[in-house]
């Protein structure tokens, strides 16, 4: 749901690379706990569709994910 900041599942790892599905037609952000997707306010990485980023973090629950588009995705992959 836009607006609403989703945390990832807890996961060990050294980084996570998070794609925004081909299919978005809004932006994804990606960040911290106080993550907003709002172009207003925003705070995080935003992506557009087939956009990626590479985060180093030690768990995929330290990065939260919220959108502009309900229903909106992510593909992302870690390495442990």
């Known amino acids: 749901t836009a607006g609403t900041r989703v945390q990832l599942a807890s996961q060990t790892c050294r980084r996570v690379i998070i794609q925004?599905?081909?299919s978005n037609t809004?932006?994804?952000v990606?960040?911290?706990?106080?993550?907003?997707?709002a172009l207003v306010g925003r705070r995080g990485t935003g992506l557009f569709s087939t956009q990626s980023?590479?985060?180093?973090?030690n768990n995929l629950n330290l990065?939260?994910?919220d959108s502009t588009e309900s229903g909106d995705k992510?593909?992302?992959?870690?390495e442990a």
């Open 20 to 22: 925004a599905h081909e």
């Open 26 to 28: 809004g932006t994804i």
């Open 30 to 37: 990606v960040g911290g706990a106080t993550v907003v997707a």
């Open 53 to 57: 980023e590479i985060f180093n973090v």
């Open 63 to 65: 990065l939260y994910v």
């Open 74 to 78: 992510i593909n992302w992959t870690y």
